[in-house]
């Protein structure tokens, strides 16, 4: 089955700072990618989605996530993070291993961006 | 558009009671979900209906855990008897089709004493 791996747990960064948060899944074939995010007390969110074509997908906010095949990865990035970006971050792929498509998170990584 | 909505936001209760939650999905939504997040995972897949009908059950303890959607649209998910190992932050989550971006409830956190 697919799984889905986050290097970081906790990342602290100054406003400005450029941010990159790294993703792995684990075998290939079709793909379906996705960034979720969640604010302090709200719900997850959906950040940006890879399904095919350009491997730089743009999302919201200023964010960007690049899929490369031959490693297996979906990392995340923005140019410069401002203290609204402090958040939890997950990276999840859709596994289509069985019948319907499943989606599988990573573990997630805490962003606390100082002002 | 309305988001997904969940109730209770929190709920305590003793091991071995019962605790039900509920969710209604996005209107015209026709997958839903149900998932598990233990404090510092990501959140992990009990159970998703396409319709009324139960397409993925693979990972719901069966013993302790049931859900039903009967008609198709709102969804509960029932613990009994609750362990320790159950607190966690139960997530609705619904999607047009199994395939297509899931849109999250706010979730309801329970806590077992």
């Known amino acids: 089955a697919q799984s889905v791996s986050q290097h970081n747990h906790h990342v602290i960064l100054s406003e400005a700072a450029s941010l990159e948060l790294g993703c792995n899944y684990s075998?290939?074939?079709?793909?379906?990618l996705f960034w979720y995010v969640q604010y302090p007390g709200q719900h997850l969110q959906l950040l940006l989605k890879?399904?095919?074509?350009?491997?730089l997908v743009k999302g919201i906010k200023g964010f960007e996530a690049e899929f490369i095949k031959s490693k297996f990865s979906f990392n995340l990035r923005k140019p410069s993070v401002q203290w609204s970006d402090t958040a939890e971050y997950f990276c999840?792929?859709?596994?289509?291993?069985?019948?319907?498509?499943?989606?599988?998170f990573g573990q997630g990584t805490t962003l606390q961006v100082k002002p | 558009e309305a988001g997904v909505a969940q109730s209770p936001r929190y709920k305590i209760i003793e091991k071995r009671q019962s605790v039900a939650f509920w969710c209604n999905p996005i209107?015209?939504?026709?997958?839903l979900y149900w998932y598990q997040q233990i404090l510092g995972q990501g959140p992990k897949l009990l159970i998703q209906?396409?319709?009324?009908?139960?397409?993925?059950d693979s990972q719901l303890p069966k013993d302790r855990f049931s859900a039903e959607r009967l008609k198709g649209v709102d969804s509960t998910l029932k613990i009994q008897p609750a362990k320790l190992e159950d607190s966690a932050v139960y997530l609705c989550?619904?999607?047009?089709?199994?395939?297509?971006?899931?849109?999250f409830g706010d979730g309801t956190r329970l806590s077992i004493l």
């Open positions: 989550a619904s999607s047009i089709q199994g395939n297509q971006p899931q849109h």
């Open positions: 075998y290939g074939g079709t793909v379906n």
């Open positions: 890879y399904f095919s074509g350009d491997p």
């Open positions: 999840a792929v859709l596994d289509f291993s069985g019948n319907t498509g499943k989606l599988i």
């Open positions: 209107s015209g939504h026709a997958t």
């Open positions: 209906f396409q319709n009324n009908g139960v397409v993925d």
